[in-house]
């Protein structure tokens, strides 16, 4: 959404005030475990709502609200356009996850979650992996991200790196239209923001299709990684440094709020697309990188891989028919340029068209009875 | 409770704070109905929560989730005091039900109660009646105080009525306990302020039983009513009068905080026993109420003959053994009378107490594996 970048700063008591959008928000407390867990459901219109579990020691309840109702909205509009048949829904545990992470506590969060019957299934997010869901899953029908021992399909990294790499295939032939489709990124500058779990595997899409890559990264560990396993890679000292180069293309895998005034007034790149969640530090930054003439492929198009990964554990896990489903992000990606031009918006407000008329087309078809 | 009058100012901000004993607090949203609600499951150590709806144009958020966090509780302490197998549960929706209550609204109230999978049973409360109950079981499985015809067991203040009077008689014999207990109220003066649903059948019960009945109303139709039905009650302009008779028993039927300081001060019965709500106007009352030799019948156990009428639905109703059930509220009454006694506490404070140690001693019992 593009201005899923400035959580809703909804004051808890006006939760039920007009301006909430959520269907449900659950406040779930277990005092001898230490759970104090918010489960926010944004939308079923589509189905049940799928979403991390954030495990996270927030300052305040407050902020920990604030957080899931954003995440939790974002996630709807995610599975919405990649065309899933899931709804939205996010979750926070308020605590430190390396002091208080316990399987008494998981497994206190999973019985929530069951109780629940199904409206919501939960998944690994910051602070929480997938032997984490193996407890949450003892006590809890609705989850998925589990360890491949348990019928999870273990790290999504992987699959949101193609998604993203797709999105940018995508972006690329609709900005370099004349260039050979097959070749469209050979010799093209990429900057890569962050090298972490995802950006390591975009590295490596981005050099099989021949572009020259540019990288940076907070970690010294992660920068290293990637300059032992492709030492063709550059790499600079920080973001600043990186938005200096003269890009072809931005890629922003690490924090949010990547794309703000600064950053869109400075960069070269004809194309930013990355995995990196709310890249649009605020409402309004998707008018300046359209006047600039950049295109944007939104966030939570491109780096839906991971979420199509764990949707696909619910019809038991197939990494080929996955990545089938990711590799179909180019398609979305594509449609959402073309809406852009053709409605004249931003894109990423064509992509919230895109999501929000499924959700209302498709969602009333529950409507017709069916017994 | 001894503190059920002061509602938790639990600020939303800290709903997760350490001081929430609640387990789960469920906000409910649905724009296209206007629903805004609010389910607070408090404990389910002994069972399901059960707990009526209340439709009721709260001011704020906040004041609505004051009001739903006390009286789940309230729920609890009741039904783990009265024998019962549920736990302590209470909903409100935010609204005015003259104006805002609908076919929509209400289906939409069922279909979130239906999705917390039988851990919340709903009832009829302030605003809701067993017509509305009929609609929320149109999405949902989980309702007692439905109509007749559906199942229900109809209007609960019949039995309300008589568990009240069985724990003013338990509270009668150990006050007078050299008179014949089966003329244990004959001839004394009681007074009942508040002769509305409940208030009219305690009067009938009072004089079946040869007391003397004076009573005070604000709703002039209500007092014509028990005029008409027991020429021989008494009528006094208000409760300040009321008080200032020269009453053996005080029994308040009508709004919380019945108990105050100055009340007790003045006071010249020697038992206080009634079906309202919170009749102690705020913590340390029940000790004034002790040191003025006045025995407490706590509100919350002596009005738990309702709250025994919906549990019976759930094993299919039959009046006659909800009725043998109600009549235990004497016994409940004596038990918590002599305990007081034993531990040298407040009478509120022995039923807590035996509360308290149920929800404890019964509620570790499901960790007896069965499978």
Not at 6 to 25: K, R
Not at 40 to 58: D, E, K, M, N, V
Not at 246 to 266: I, N
Not at 290 to 296: A, F, K, L, P, Q
Request: charged share 20%; hydrophobic share 40%.
């Amino acid at each position: 959404m593009s201005d899923s970048s400035t959580p809703l700063v909804t004051p808890a008591t006006d939760l039920l005030g007009h301006q909430l959008e959520h269907e449900q928000v659950v406040f779930a407390n277990d005092p001898a475990s230490g759970l104090r867990a918010i489960i926010a459901i944004h939308s079923t219109a589509l189905g049940p709502a799928l979403g991390g579990t954030r495990f996270y020691p927030y300052a305040s309840t407050q902020a920990a609200l604030a957080d899931v109702l954003a995440l939790s909205r974002g996630m709807s509009y995610k599975a919405a356009v990649t065309g899933l048949d899931l709804g939205g829904g996010k979750a926070v545990i308020i605590g430190d996850p390396t002091t208080q992470k316990t399987e008494a506590l998981l497994r206190a969060y999973g019985r929530f979650v069951e109780s629940l019957g199904g409206r919501y299934y939960t998944a690994c997010d910051v602070g929480t992996y997938s032997e984490d869901m193996d407890l949450v899953a003892r006590e809890c029908s609705y989850v998925t991200g589990r360890t491949e021992e348990h019928g999870g399909a273990g790290d999504s990294s992987v699959l949101t790196a193609y998604g993203v790499f797709c999105g940018l295939r995508a972006a690329a032939e609709a900005t370099w239209s004349d260039a050979d489709p097959d070749a469209v990124l050979a010799g093209r500058l990429v900057g890569v923001a962050g090298v972490g779990k995802v950006g390591r595997h975009l590295v490596r899409h981005l050099i099989d299709a021949g572009a020259e890559v540019v990288v940076t990264d907070v970690s010294a560990a992660a920068v290293e990684r990637v300059r032992q396993e492709y030492p063709g890679v550059r790499v600079v000292a920080s973001t600043e440094a990186l938005i200096a180069e003269p890009l072809d293309v931005y890629a922003p895998c690490a924090l949010g709020g990547a794309l703000d005034d600064d950053v869109v007034a400075r960069l070269s790149a004809r194309i930013v697309c990355g995995a990196a969640n709310n890249q649009l530090a605020h409402p309004g930054v998707e008018k300046l990188v359209e006047d600039r003439g950049i295109v944007y492929a939104p966030d939570y198009v491109v780096n839906a891989g991971g979420l199509v990964q764990v949707a696909d554990e619910l019809e038991g896990f197939s990494f080929e028919r996955a990545k089938i489903r990711a590799g179909r992000i180019y398609d979305t990606t594509r449609a959402i340029l073309e809406r852009a031009q053709r409605d004249g918006v931003p894109t990423a407000t064509a992509a919230d068209r895109i999501a929000e008329q499924r959700m209302l087309e498709i969602g009333r078809l529950r409507g017709i009875y069916l017994g």
